[in-house]
Structures are given as C-alpha cells and as structure tokens.
C-alpha cells in the first residue's frame, strides 16, 4: 500500500506564489510516474501536470504552462508543484497521485486546499 501526503496549500494573493509538496510512503515495487489534479467547487477534477520517474519528462495543462513547475527528489520519495503568478480560477482542492502502470493512477492523496484570492 502506497500513502500520499500533500502540504503547503493555503490562501494567497493573486499574483503570488505556493509550493505544494506530496510526500510517497508504503511499498511502491516499480518505477512511479507523479501527479497533480484539481477540483474546484462545482468542478470535475482535471489534470494539472505530471513528471515521470527520471524526470526527464514532464506534463502540464494548458492553463499552467508557464506558470507551474513540477519536480520531484526521488531520495525524498516527494514531488512538489511551484505554482506562480497564481490566479483566481486556480483555486481548487489539488491532489497528488501517483500509477505505477502506463495509464491509471492507482494511488492518491488527500488533497489540500488552494485558495487564490483577489
């Protein structure tokens, strides 16, 4: 069983910056490609970005190219979303996840609150 843990959500300004972390714990056997998503109220969750093992590779929305950056410390078993010049319509639940398959993502976390306001 793999356990996911996001941190460093909150409210900000808009324009302004926040770190999210998701920290992987449990027995992954298999090289695991990461994951960020959202949900806003009202909203279906929708993908956000995503970095594979090696880090070499690496996803993003439309909507955040530009502005977010994914990495990830496989030492630390963490990944991290440095999202800047945040705006209103980033607010959101955002989730960490994590597949160790070439399609589903099979684990994920709790989620925490982002809240960007004006």
């Known amino acids: 069983q793999v356990q996911l843990v996001e941190s460093g959500g909150g409210l900000v300004q808009a324009g302004g910056s926040l770190r999210l972390s998701c920290a992987a714990s449990?027995?992954?056997?298999?090289?695991?490609?990461m994951g960020w998503f959202r949900q806003a109220p009202g909203k279906e969750r929708e993908f956000v970005a995503a970095i594979n093992w090696s880090a070499d590779t690496t996803y993003y929305a439309d909507s955040v190219k530009g502005r977010f950056t994914i990495s990830r410390d496989n030492a630390k078993n963490t990944v991290y979303l440095q999202m800047n010049s945040l705006k209103l319509e980033d607010t959101a639940v955002y989730y960490c996840?994590?597949?160790?398959?070439?399609?589903?993502?099979?684990?994920w976390g709790q989620g925490t609150q982002v809240t960007v306001s004006s």
């Open positions: 996840a994590a597949r160790d398959n070439p399609t589903k993502y099979n684990y």
């Open positions: 449990g027995r992954i056997f298999s090289p695991y490609t």
